[in-house]
């Protein structure tokens, strides 16, 4: 059994950075595919990165050049480093694990955190 849990949401100002970081109970992220997710209520939940094994990050289009997802083996997590955050970043976001990496399609996770909320406003 494992339960993933995102951390690191809070309040911010447009043009701010925020670090989000996913840690996995009963086993270790360094055994999954790490897929960041986000949804606005209103929206489609929408595909931020994907993060494989190896370290190698894939990310959606709206994110590209703002965002980096690394893994960080000797905490045991995956971070999201969010750079320009813009009012459109806000959305809770998701970390979840699967077995593959490199498309943005949240049916390719089976374990899904409880998300943790990232707001952008001035």
């Known amino acids: 059994q494992v339960q993933l849990v995102e951390s690191g949401g809070g309040l911010v100002q447009p043009g701010d950075s925020l670090t989000l970081a996913c840690a996995a109970s009963?086993?270790?992220?360094?055994?999954?595919?790490i897929g960041w997710f986000r949804q606005t209520p209103g929206r489609e939940r929408e595909g931020v990165a994907s993060?494989?094994?190896?370290?190698?990050?894939y990310y959606g289009d709206a994110v590209k050049g703002r965002f980096t997802a690394s893994r960080d083996n000797a905490k045991g997590t995956v971070s999201l480093q969010m750079n320009s955050l813009e009012p459109e970043d806000t959305a809770v976001y998701y970390c979840?694990?699967?077995?593959?990496?490199?498309?943005?399609?949240?049916?390719?996770?089976?374990?899904w955190g409880q998300g943790t909320q990232v707001t952008v406003s001035s």
């Open positions: 979840a694990a699967g077995p593959t990496c490199g498309v943005l399609e949240g049916s390719q996770y089976s374990t």
């Open positions: 009963g086993s270790t992220v360094r055994d999954f595919v």
């Open positions: 993060v494989c094994l190896g370290g190698r990050a």
